[in-house]
């Protein structure tokens, strides 16, 4: 390649990794909701990550019409356009190994009151299966009306297990229609999540979301909760599950959410269901490629670049990844 490589020397344990304990943003308007931060933790230790200040990385899977994982994809049949133009590829290379860097998001609303003990039961089978020792670290939020970080980023089993059995539905306690609280601000959740903690992370950013979708009293849209998503390059996936009877599902908001930042929407209808949910989502993170290259676009300029990824030789795939990215700051 004719362009010379410029890397940026930015060691995260001595810059954002170290960030996360620092509390939240300042200058931050009044009404604009944060993660609130309920116990003194401080952050594991990461591995130390060179980043580019022009290689753009992106996470893909590939799979069939039966859903199954395609893992034999080669180099010489991928194709990456940015707005509509061919780029040449830097990297590729299947991805099992990559840290992880998981933030669970548990909705507590009132639509989650029945169903909230399975969905704690399944989690932890989940982190017991996925999480690996000094390597994966996960964070688990709590949320209703507000965002609440019940544990900071670790990847210590036993502490998560702790937090997700801290956790319960609380019934509204005012009679104040006008109040929020008792609310579902989710669009609010995933956007504080993604600038003010997976942001600041090292390893593969990614959201588990737990919620059956509606939202009604978050500060941001669901267009924003997606542009701080791509923004911070974290991939939402979402399993919709709640007091469906009552409430409703919101599949088309939690679709959206995911497919826009290269995860997927899972609706289980049983306690047998969310468990695969969360197994296939394990799945995925593990049969990830990772393909990186250099723009034929080298402005910095703050503006949005669609990414397409095709793989012509092969018929009948689908394919997941985050559809574009800034190219800029991510803290833009």
Do not use: W
């Amino acid at each position: 390649m004719s362009k010379i490589t410029i890397i940026v020397g930015l060691l995260l344990a001595l810059g954002i990794v170290a960030a996360s304990s620092s509390g939240q943003a300042s200058n931050r308007p009044p009404s604009d909701p944060s993660v609130t931060r309920r116990q003194d933790q401080r952050q594991e230790p990461g591995e130390t990550v060179e980043l580019s200040s022009r290689l753009v990385n992106v996470f893909f899977t590939v799979t069939d019409r039966r859903n199954a994982f395609i893992t034999d994809i080669r180099r010489d049949e991928v194709e990456v356009l940015e707005n509509g133009e061919p780029q040449e590829i830097f990297m590729f290379k299947r991805q099992t190994d990559v840290p992880l860097t998981i933030a669970l998001l548990i909705d507590v609303s009132a639509s989650e009151q029945y169903t909230l003990p399975d969905e704690k039961f399944a989690a932890s089978r989940f982190l017991r299966s996925i999480v690996r020792p000094m390597k994966d670290t996960v964070a688990i939020i709590k949320f209703r009306d507000e965002a609440i970080l019940v544990q900071d980023f670790t990847s210590t089993v036993d502490r998560l297990e702790h937090a997700l059995a801290r956790i319960r539905y609380t019934p509204r306690t005012t009679t104040d229609r006008r109040s929020t609280f008792g609310g579902t601000s989710l669009y609010d959740a995933v956007y504080v999540t993604c600038q003010n903690l997976l942001a600041e992370q090292a390893g593969r950013h990614t959201i588990i979301l737990l919620s059956d979708g509606e939202d009604t009293t978050s500060y941001y849209r669901l267009s924003d909760a997606i542009d701080r998503a791509l923004r911070s390059e974290v991939t939402v996936y979402a399993i919709g599950i709640g007091d469906r009877f009552r409430f409703g599902l919101d599949k088309k908001t939690l679709k959206k959410l995911t497919e826009e930042t290269g995860g997927r929407a899972y609706f289980p209808k049983n306690p047998d269901e969310l468990m695969r949910a969360f197994r296939q989502i394990e799945d995925e993170l593990r049969s990830q490629y990772l393909v990186a290259y250099y723009p034929s676009n080298p402005k910095q300029d703050g503006t949005f670049r669609r990414i397409e990824i095709r793989i012509p030789t092969r018929k009948d795939l689908r394919l997941r990844y985050r559809r574009g990215y800034y190219a800029g700051r991510a803290d833009q």
